[in-house]
């Protein structure tokens, strides 16, 4: 319920937007340039991550495959897809978040975050230069990674990581918090994430160009 409340709030504000700035698709390079590498590129990584993994899934229900690799064990195999699930999230929030180019830069000097170069590429929306900002980032970041966090810790490694396309399947449906509030709290604690990075760094933009 929540997700579609909020689909519904950020739809209806681009739109009357849109009609207030009088924007046609014409214009829209003044607001995203669609033409920028970077922003092919983590685009890709975020529609490639989950596509792949559940492609992945996908084959090992239908063939073992995983399983077989890890001695036909079906727990060492739904593991082994954790680890590609996770370390592949893990590249595709570097390409995403901006968290990344600050912390990993001096280890990946050659190997920058896509998405900051994204952003950096993209232009800006004076709107967004407000201290206001950066608060609504960061709450909507912390709630985000409680809904994540603590989905996570509710459905265990094999819970969280498709282990019922090993066969591990849970005793019980899970309906404590934060399924109780919410249908899917991981993706949609993910994307308040993304969002309040999103916000963050475009305010730590603005900062810096004066």
């Known amino acids: 319920m929540l997700n579609h409340v909020w689909i519904c709030f950020v739809s209806t504000k681009f739109h009357d ?3 207030e700035k009088k924007i046609t698709f014409s214009q829209m390079d003044s607001i995203v340039n669609l033409n920028d590498s970077h922003l092919h590129v983590a685009a890709l990584a975020i529609v490639l991550a989950p596509t792949i993994w559940n ?3 996908r084959i090992e229900y239908y063939t073992h495959l995983l399983t077989k690799i890890a001695l036909n064990n079906p727990y060492y195999g739904c593991y082994l897809l954790t680890a590609w699930i996770f370390y592949f999230s893990l590249y595709r929030d570097y390409l995403f978040a901006f968290a990344f180019h600050f912390f990993l830069s001096f280890f990946f000097q050659n190997f920058l975050c896509r998405f900051t170069q994204a952003i950096e590429h993209q232009p800006k929306l004076a709107v967004l230069d407000n201290s206001i900002v950066l608060v609504v980032g960061y709450i909507l970041m912390a709630a985000g990674s409680v809904f994540v966090v603590t989905s996570m810790y509710q459905l265990g490694v094999t819970g969280t990581y498709l282990g019922d396309y090993f066969g591990i399947l849970m005793d019980n ?3 404590s918090f934060p399924f ?6 991981m993706y949609d604690g993910s994307s308040l994430v993304f969002l309040g990075q999103s916000l ?3 305010f730590m933009i603005f900062r810096s160009y004066r």
């Open 17 to 19: 937007f849109f009609l």
């Open 55 to 57: 492609i992945l899934a």
């Open 173 to 175: 449906m899970v309906t």
């Open 180 to 185: 109780n509030v919410m249908n899917n709290p």
């Open 200 to 202: 963050t760094f475009v």
